[in-house]
């Protein structure tokens, strides 16, 4: 099946400092969604971006699906980022189903 | 306008018993998903529903899993027999429809306990 892989699996950030997650996949994708869980467990949608480039606030994502990538990029981070990132695909024929990735912990300190 | 509602939050029960977990998608939704996350498995993919078609069930992990979904809204994740590797946060989602490809929404979770 397909492989959703994110990187860094960890990252600790100073408040203040940017920075960038990445998810690659290993096939075709016909959607593409990037998540942050809260320490409460709750999955918030930051990024519904199948291609091309979005940008919301302090985050912007961009997807080149014809190299099988997606950046999520946070500048200027706050403590209220803290939380795990994950990037779901919707694989092309598969139906509406989500894969997620293995997420990104962030833990931004002060 | 109200997002996707689960209940209950948490739930323990004991090995052998079975569990009804519900999922109340957003208003409008037609199409409903179920996926649990767990420590060892990440985010997985159960169930989904679209409107009147037969819902796809690739991702049940056993015959002791089953859902449903009555008209159109509210939906049912049983678990018959719980085993303690069911422990897990169960998560419910929904979107305007399944294809094209719309935006999945999640609810809250329900965490289950099977001691």
């Known amino acids: 099946g397909i492989q959703v892989e994110q990187s860094p699996p960890d990252l600790i950030l100073q408040e203040g400092a940017n920075s960038t997650l990445r998810c690659n996949f290993s096939d075709s994708v016909n959607n593409l969604q990037w998540f942050h869980q809260n320490p409460w467990g709750q999955l918030i949608n930051l990024f519904y971006?199948?291609?091309g480039t979005k940008q919301n606030g302090r985050l912007s994502a961009t997807t080149v699906a014809t190299e099988r990538y997606s950046l999520l990029y946070i500048s200027s981070s706050q403590t209220t980022d803290s939380g795990v990132y994950f990037c779901a695909v919707v694989i092309t024929g598969g139906g509406n189903k989500l894969t997620f990735g293995t997420g990104t912990q962030l833990k931004v300190e002060l | 306008g109200a997002g996707v509602s689960q209940s209950p939050s948490n739930k323990v029960t004991e090995k052998g018993k079975d569990v009804e977990l519900r999922c109340d998608p957003i208003s409008g939704h037609t199409a409903l998903y179920w996926y649990r996350q767990s420590l060892g498995q990440g985010l997985e993919f159960l169930i989904y529903f679209q409107g009147n078609s037969a819902p796809d069930k690739s991702g049940l992990p056993s015959d002791r899993f089953s859902a449903e979904r009555t008209g159109g809204s509210v939906s049912t994740l049983t678990i018959q027999r719980t085993q303690q590797e069911d422990s897990a946060v169960y998560l419910c989602?929904?979107?305007?429809?399944?294809?094209?490809?719309?935006?999945?929404?999640f609810g809250p979770g329900t965490r289950l306990t099977v001691t």
């Open positions: 989602a929904s979107s305007r429809e399944s294809t094209p490809y719309y935006e999945q929404y």
């Open positions: 971006i199948p291609s």
